[in-house]
């Protein structure tokens, strides 16, 4: 999201075809980049079609991952197969067969693995026939691995962990990062979330749209960490995932034809597009991140805004506020604002403290100080920060937000630490670079 012939490499069901293969790499170090960028572009889609086939989480990564080393001796010997994807999936598969076969439950897997044969020698058109009888309803094996994953039998931070590590390739410690936690805690409950799944027997399905409905918060949840991850990221060759981003924005959309007229979807679908319309202004042409205040908004993608707009009168219009409506809502007021100083951020400060209400946490309580600081001034917003900062102590943002508070508030010498603490906290190299550039114009401004 890894013996072989290239003339099977296209029986695997639901691999995208049609972009040109490169010429094969010409050392070891190619083939290792081309296969990372591989791997990290179709995890989740290949992972989501083993685990369908094999019901089985730990099984599934454990044979993609075996299909990966293989992948890496097999290409620098003889170059990229025709379609590289397809030869992960089915090298992955057929090692996970193979693995059956060696285990004391192989008769109990028996089904499975004549499933599996059978599926090797099946022509197109069969294969097409037999997918679209299995999930009549969305023919895409990642949407049915999300709601596997957003089972109610696993607590929701576990649902969500899943979801991310499985189909966004996201790693443990990426996983972490984004929950507060420790790798070992979030390595625990990603082990203990697969074993619950196997154990209960959780079935890799579409649930009926009662159960659906219930669902839905927590997979819209999996869908907004994934567009976080694309939207920012020290990751992969850019800071900007692009395709992890389009990836979140294309499972909303399915989910809204599933369940069209639903307001959160719409205020999701929203959000993403509001925060996608800036993604040129971001960073600079050296690659450096740039603060929102100094983003040149001729950049903002004008496109991207006009939809998210519209989706978000359509979700308002319903009349069911939800926590996604309100986020696209504080998105919306940055988007129709002409700059920085003119944002109405009376409305925002008023929004995050109705966020809370759906979503009480200490970070959203940041978000809010942040907007007061614009409303009541940096001396009052640094006096509010006493109302998070044990919660947060180690959060490199809070660092940063007490920084530019000490700054504004003329304070240079203990906004200077605050800036060093944050730069220490921060794990990404653009983050501590954005950081590092703030404190060193904040320093020539006061000599």
Not at 157 to 178: D, N, Q, V, Y
Not at 195 to 216: N, T
């Amino acid at each position: 999201m890894a013996g072989h012939p290239d003339n099977q490499a296209g029986t695997g069901p639901h691999i995208r075809k049609g972009n040109a293969i490169p010429p094969p790499p010409e050392n070891e170090k190619d083939i290792h980049r081309h296969l990372d960028r591989l791997a990290r572009k179709e995890r989740g889609r290949l992972l989501a079609a083993l685990i369908a086939h094999l019901n089985d989480f730990q099984l599934a990564e454990d044979a993609f991952q075996d299909a990966l080393e293989r992948a890496l001796h097999h290409w620098q010997k003889n170059g990229l197969p025709r379609s590289p994807a397809a030869w992960l999936f089915q090298t992955a598969r057929r090692r996970a067969i193979d693995t059956l076969r060696r285990t004391a439950n192989f008769h109990s897997k028996q089904q499975e693995i004549a499933y599996e044969t059978r599926l090797n020698g099946l022509m197109a058109q069969d294969r097409a026939e037999m997918a679209m009888q299995q999930a009549p309803a969305i023919p895409d094996e990642r949407l049915r691995l999300i709601f596997t994953c957003c089972h109610p039998a696993l607590d929701k931070k576990s649902r969500i962990a899943l979801t991310l590590h499985t189909l966004g390739g996201l790693t443990t410690s990426e996983i972490a990062s984004a929950f507060l936690d420790t790798i070992p805690t979030m390595a625990q409950r990603l082990v203990r979330a697969k074993r619950k799944i196997r154990q209960a027997g959780i079935p890799f399905a579409i649930p009926g749209k009662e159960q659906l409905e219930e669902r839905l918060d927590t997979v819209l949840s999996v869908i907004y960490l994934i567009f976080n991850e694309g939207y920012f990221s020290a990751h992969g060759d850019s800071p900007v995932r692009t395709a992890l981003s389009a990836e979140a924005m294309r499972l909303a959309r399915i989910l809204l034809a599933l369940v069209p007229d639903q307001p959160e979807i719409e205020g999701l679908m929203a959000l993403m597009l509001l925060h996608d319309s800036r993604r040129a202004a971001r960073f600079d042409a050296t690659g450096a991140m740039v603060a929102l205040e100094q983003q040149d908004r001729n950049l903002w993608h004008k496109e991207s805004i006009r939809q998210g707009l519209a989706f978000l009168d359509a979700a308002m219009s319903r009349h069911a506020p939800g926590p996604f409506q309100i986020q696209a809502a504080i998105s919306a007021l940055h988007a129709r604002a002409p700059d920085h100083t003119r944002t109405d951020w009376p409305q925002i400060a008023s929004l995050y403290k109705e966020l809370a209400r759906y979503r009480p946490n200490p970070v959203v309580q940041l978000n809010r100080i942040v907007a007061l600081s614009y409303v009541e001034g940096p001396k009052a917003a640094l006096l509010h920060l006493k109302e998070v900062e044990d919660a947060l102590s180690d959060y490199q943002p809070l660092h940063a937000a007490r920084a530019d508070f000490l700054r504004r508030a003329g304070h240079v010498t203990e906004a200077e630490k605050a800036y060093q603490r944050a730069i220490e906290l921060a794990g990404e190299e653009t983050v501590r670079m954005f950081l590092q550039r703030k404190l060193g114009q904040m320093l020539r401004a006061s000599n």
